[in-house]
């Protein structure tokens, strides 16, 4: 696959889809910026992995709901490789409890962690990608932003939240030729999901017409078909990856 840019930054790169995410893009020609907050050893294996499968791997830290960090940290790359071509958002938290229970600042951390920092990421793309008139961007949503889920009104209101968010970006971006778009992963096997009970998975599998879970590596493939020019004329759109758990 062709992409406009040289270079992505993921968030939340360390592990899990992430991680994946950075692989895949790695492994198509680009420079992944390794964006974690907490993890340092994860980062830095994953960087070694990469660098010793030919490709381009940087490192850089940050907590993606602290603006000034997610601004200094999109200049540096700026600065660093002359450009930002691709941006993932894909750093992402739940923090789930029915609603009668949920306190607001409970609602209020994953708005935060999920949507504030989306938001941020693609401002500062676009006024980045709009002197270069060229970039994409894909910003990893859920199918509960889809579809909503009890005990998630906080992750769903966060996750449908980035998707008619993006789609307003793709509008603002698109007469300079940048592109957002949107993923909304079903069940992924990561540690997100791995703290779901037992009884619950067994359901869910039970109706996912697909009958298992996502890889990591699904959700990066498709991640990189919507930066990369094979996508070129699609923009604000929503890509579900989901086993058809929802259609
Ligand atoms: P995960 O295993 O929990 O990994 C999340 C990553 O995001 C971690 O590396 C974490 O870093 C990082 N992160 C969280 N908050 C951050 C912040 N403020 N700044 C920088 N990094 C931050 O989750 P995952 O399953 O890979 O999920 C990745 C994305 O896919 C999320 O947006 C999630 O909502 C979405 N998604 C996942 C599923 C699923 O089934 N797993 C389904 C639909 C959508 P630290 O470890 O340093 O905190």
């Given at each position: 696959m062709q992409f406009c840019g040289k270079n992505a930054l993921i968030t939340g790169?360390?592990?899990s889809i992430g991680a994946d995410i950075a692989r895949v893009l790695a492994g198509y020609g680009l420079k992944v910026w390794i964006n974690y907050r907490s993890k340092p050893e994860l980062a830095e294996g994953l960087k070694n992995e990469i660098e010793s499968q030919g490709g381009k791997a940087a490192i850089i830290q940050f907590d993606a709901t602290n603006e000034e960090a997610f601004i200094e940290a999109i200049a540096t790359i700026v600065e660093s490789d002359?450009?930002?071509g691709h941006l993932v958002n894909n750093a992402g938290i739940t923090n789930d409890k029915l609603a009668l229970r949920m306190k607001t600042d409970e609602f209020m951390s994953v708005i935060d962690a999920n949507l504030k920092s989306s938001f941020i990421g693609c401002r500062e793309a676009l006024k980045v990608m709009s002197k270069q008139r060229f970039g994409s961007v894909v910003n990893i949503a859920s199918i509960i932003g889809e579809r909503g889920n009890a005990g998630q009104t906080n992750y769903a209101a966060s996750k449908g939240g980035m998707i008619a968010m993006s789609k307003s970006f793709a509008y603002e971006g698109a007469a300079r030729n940048i592109r957002f778009n949107c993923i909304t992963p079903g069940f992924v096997q990561t540690d997100m999901t791995s703290e779901l009970k037992e009884e619950l998975k067994e359901y869910y599998l039970k109706n996912i017409p697909l009958g298992r879970f996502a890889t990591g590596m699904e959700i990066a493939q498709s991640t990189a078909f919507l930066l990369s020019e094979s996508a070129?004329?699609?923009?604000g759109e929503v890509l579900k990856v989901n086993g058809g758990l929802y259609m």
């Amino acid at each position: 696959m062709q992409f406009c840019g040289k270079n992505a930054l993921i968030t939340g790169a360390s592990k899990s889809i992430g991680a994946d995410i950075a692989r895949v893009l790695a492994g198509y020609g680009l420079k992944v910026w390794i964006n974690y907050r907490s993890k340092p050893e994860l980062a830095e294996g994953l960087k070694n992995e990469i660098e010793s499968q030919g490709g381009k791997a940087a490192i850089i830290q940050f907590d993606a709901t602290n603006e000034e960090a997610f601004i200094e940290a999109i200049a540096t790359i700026v600065e660093s490789d002359g450009e930002l071509g691709h941006l993932v958002n894909n750093a992402g938290i739940t923090n789930d409890k029915l609603a009668l229970r949920m306190k607001t600042d409970e609602f209020m951390s994953v708005i935060d962690a999920n949507l504030k920092s989306s938001f941020i990421g693609c401002r500062e793309a676009l006024k980045v990608m709009s002197k270069q008139r060229f970039g994409s961007v894909v910003n990893i949503a859920s199918i509960i932003g889809e579809r909503g889920n009890a005990g998630q009104t906080n992750y769903a209101a966060s996750k449908g939240g980035m998707i008619a968010m993006s789609k307003s970006f793709a509008y603002e971006g698109a007469a300079r030729n940048i592109r957002f778009n949107c993923i909304t992963p079903g069940f992924v096997q990561t540690d997100m999901t791995s703290e779901l009970k037992e009884e619950l998975k067994e359901y869910y599998l039970k109706n996912i017409p697909l009958g298992r879970f996502a890889t990591g590596m699904e959700i990066a493939q498709s991640t990189a078909f919507l930066l990369s020019e094979s996508a070129s004329y699609i923009t604000g759109e929503v890509l579900k990856v989901n086993g058809g758990l929802y259609m």
